[in-house]
């Protein structure tokens, strides 16, 4: 019934009969011919295109969490921008990109040619930038959480710098002392007492 009612209507199939097959034979050697020019096309732009970074600008939080997410459609959209003919339905996405990062996307050129593009997934290009950059999503929490680095770092720093201060004046009070004690000693031999210390 329903290669009775659609297939056959819509032309999308035909019935086994010793005359289609003949007229199937002879036109398959002009689709495998197609098909080994389109797959040569393909391969030709998988050498250029394959391992190249695309950048998408999208609105998110402070987590990372998108606003919205990055379709198959918007991946297409930067890869054409960048100067290759891509469409949406040669995107292989299987879920929406729904954060900020760096993201492998398979996209398939030809059935039997395929790459991977990566999607870097920022709110600024200065992030973007960043991001490729450290190889990981930049996210205002990690900010934070560097900025209280620095900060503990340099507080560590401005102690160990007031203890090598302090450590500076003792070992220089120390050292006083002793030569003090040292120049009194030599006064003392010089009276013509006897020490045995020196």
């Given at each position: ?7 056959l ?37 998988a ?19 998108l ?5 198959s ?52 290009a ?58 009194g ?14």
């Amino acid at each position: 019934g329903y290669a009775r009612n659609f297939l056959l209507p819509q032309n999308k199939a035909l019935r086994a009969t010793n005359a289609n097959r003949a007229q199937f034979e002879t036109q398959r050697s002009h689709l495998e011919a197609e098909n080994l020019s389109r797959r040569g096309e393909a391969e030709q732009v998988a050498v250029k295109l394959d391992g190249l970074t695309f950048h998408v600008i999208r609105q998110a939080g402070e987590s990372g969490q998108l606003y919205g997410s990055v379709s198959s459609r918007d991946i297409a959209t930067a890869v054409t921008e960048a100067g290759f003919t891509v469409g949406r339905n040669q995107v292989v996405l299987n879920t929406p990109i729904k954060t900020l990062g760096l993201h492998a996307i398979r996209v398939a050129l030809h059935p039997d040619v395929s790459i991977t593009v990566t999607a870097n997934v920022a709110r600024t290009a200065d992030e973007a930038a960043l991001q490729l950059e450290r190889g990981y999503a930049v996210t205002d929490i990690d900010r934070e959480a560097e900025e209280d680095a620095a900060e503990a770092a340099l507080a560590a720093a401005e102690v160990a710098l007031a203890l090598a201060d302090d450590k500076t004046a003792e070992a220089e009070a120390v050292q006083g002392l002793l030569e003090e004690e040292v120049a009194g000693q030599l006064t003392d031999g010089d009276d013509g007492s006897e020490n045995k210390n020196t």
